[in-house]
C-alpha cells in the first residue's frame, strides 16, 4: 500500500470513528471487481468498516470486468443490475468500478476516503422511522419491523448473505501476481416481501450455517434505504 493510500486509510479511520450511529447502522454497498486495478484501495475501506456495529458494508462483485483476461469468481450478473438501477435512478448514464453506494442514495466513484466518512456520518445522525431486529429461531431467522406510520409507498424488505472475508490470487488482468483480500462478499440478495408500515411486519427466513445475514428495509427504485440490521 504506497503512502498516500495509506495516509487516507488513516485519515479516513480517524474521521469515520468519531460518527455516531443509533439502532440504525448505515448500508454501504460498494461495487468492485478482481479485475479492477482502482478497486482494491476501496476494497480495504470495506474491510475496516466490517469492523464496526454501526455500519454495514456490503461488497457486490459485478462481472463487467470480467472479459479484461480475469474473471472476478465472486461476480453476479445480479450486481451489476442493482449497480445499473441506482445509476437510472440517479440519472447516470454510465457506472463504474469502484463505485460506492451509502444509504441507497449517495453515490461515491473512486477512493475518496474523506468523502466516504463524511456521508456515513451525515447518513448515522438520521432517524429513521422504523425499528427493526433479527433473532434465530433453529436454523431460522426471524426479522421483526414496526413502523411509526404507514408509507405512501410500499417499502421493500431485503435478506442479504455475506461471506466475511476470503484471499484470491489473481493470475491475469489488471491486478495480475497480487493476493487481494476482501470482506463482507455479498453471496445472496433477496427480496422477500413488500410492506406498507401500517402494521408491524413479521417475517421468518432460511439462513445458511455460519454465514451473516442481513436485513435492508428500502424504497422501490432502488431508493433511500429506511432501516437496517444484521446477525453475525
Known amino acids: 500500500m504506497n503512502r498516500i493510500i495509506a495516509g487516507g486509510l488513516a485519515a479516513f479511520l480517524v474521521l469515520v470513528g468519531s460518527a455516531r450511529a443509533g439502532d440504525n447502522p448505515v448500508v454501504v454497498e460498494l461495487f468492485t471487481s478482481q479485475g479492477c486495478s482502482s478497486c482494491p484501495p476501496v476494497d ?6 466490517a469492523k464496526r456495529d454501526d455500519v454495514i ?6 462481472d463487467y470486468w470480467d472479459y479484461i483476461g480475469w474473471k472476478d469468481i465472486f461476480a453476479d450478473p445480479a450486481h ?12 447516470a ?12 442514495t449517495d453515490h461515491i466513484v ?24 433479527m433473532t434465530r429461531d433453529g436454523e431460522n431467522v426471524v426479522i421483526t419491523a ?25 493470475k491475469r488482468g489488471e491486478n495480475s501476481g497480487r493476493v487481494l483480500h476482501y470482506a463482507n462478499i455479498v453471496e445472496a440478495w ?10 408491524p411486519l413479521i417475517v421468518t427466513v432460511e439462513t445458511v450455517e455460519g454465514k451473516p445475514v442481513v436485513a435492508i428495509v428500502q424504497r422501490p427504485g432502488p431508493g433511500p434505504i429506511i432501516a437496517a440490521a444484521q446477525l453475525r
Not at 476516503?113 to 432517524?127: F, K, Q
Not at 435478506?159 to 484470491?168: C, F, G, K, L, N
Request: glycine share 6%; charged share 25%.
Open 110 to 133: 473512486g477512493y475518496r476516503p474523506m468523502d466516504l466518512a463524511r456521508v456515513i456520518e451525515s447518513h448515522a445522525e438520521t432517524d429513521s422511522p422504523v425499528s427493526l431486529s
Open 80 to 91: 451489476t443490475m442493482r449497480q445499473k438501477a441506482y445509476a437510472r435512478v440517479a440519472g
Open 190 to 199: 433477496k427480496a422477500v416481501a413488500r410492506w406498507d408500515g401500517a402494521e
Open 146 to 170: 414496526q413502523s411509526e406510520q404507514p408509507f405512501d409507498e410500499d417499502v421493500v424488505l431485503q435478506v442479504v448473505r455475506y461471506r466475511p472475508e476470503a484471499s484470491v490470487e489473481i
Open 93 to 104: 448514464r454510465s457506472i463504474y468500478t469502484p463505485q460506492l453506494v451509502v444509504g441507497g
Open 57 to 62: 458494508p456490503l461488497a457486490l462483485h459485478v
Open 44 to 49: 480495504a475501506l470495506i474491510a475496516e468498516l
